[in-house]
């Protein structure tokens, strides 16, 4: 009933950006929020940013004003602007909803991000 999947990863450079994307299907209120994650082999999976329905962002203090969160609600379609892409940005990213802040059980498969040096 509740499907996300992301689209848009790849291979980039330091310096470089890339988009990703993530199509949500399901019911709308399984998707006040929306946001994106990451994970790294051998390292947990760690916040990157969230968006409600209303457009109100937050950030990881790591992406903070290299990533930015957008979301297209007719569309059913959460966005990931990465910019000044590093190394250490390398890892899976994976699309995450849910109805509220607190409760966000959604989960896509990921879409690998690489940025080399």
């Known amino acids: 009933q509740v499907q996300l999947v992301e689209s848009g990863g790849g291979s980039v450079q330091a310096g470089g950006s890339l988009r990703l994307s993530c199509a949500a299907s399901?019911?709308?209120?399984?998707?006040?929020?929306m946001g994106w994650y990451r994970q790294a082999p051998g390292k947990q999976r760690e916040f990157i940013a969230s968006v409600t329905t209303g457009g109100m962002p937050n950030y990881a203090d790591s992406v903070k004003g290299r990533f930015t969160i957008s979301r297209d609600n007719a569309k059913n379609t959460l966005y990931l602007q990465m910019n000044s892409l590093s190394t250490e940005d390398t890892a899976v990213y994976y699309c995450?909803?849910?109805?509220?802040?607190?409760?966000?059980?959604?989960w896509g498969q990921g879409t690998q991000v690489t940025v080399s040096s």
């Open positions: 399901g019911s709308i209120f399984s998707f006040n929020v």
């Open positions: 995450n909803a849910g109805p509220d802040w607190s409760t966000r059980p959604y």
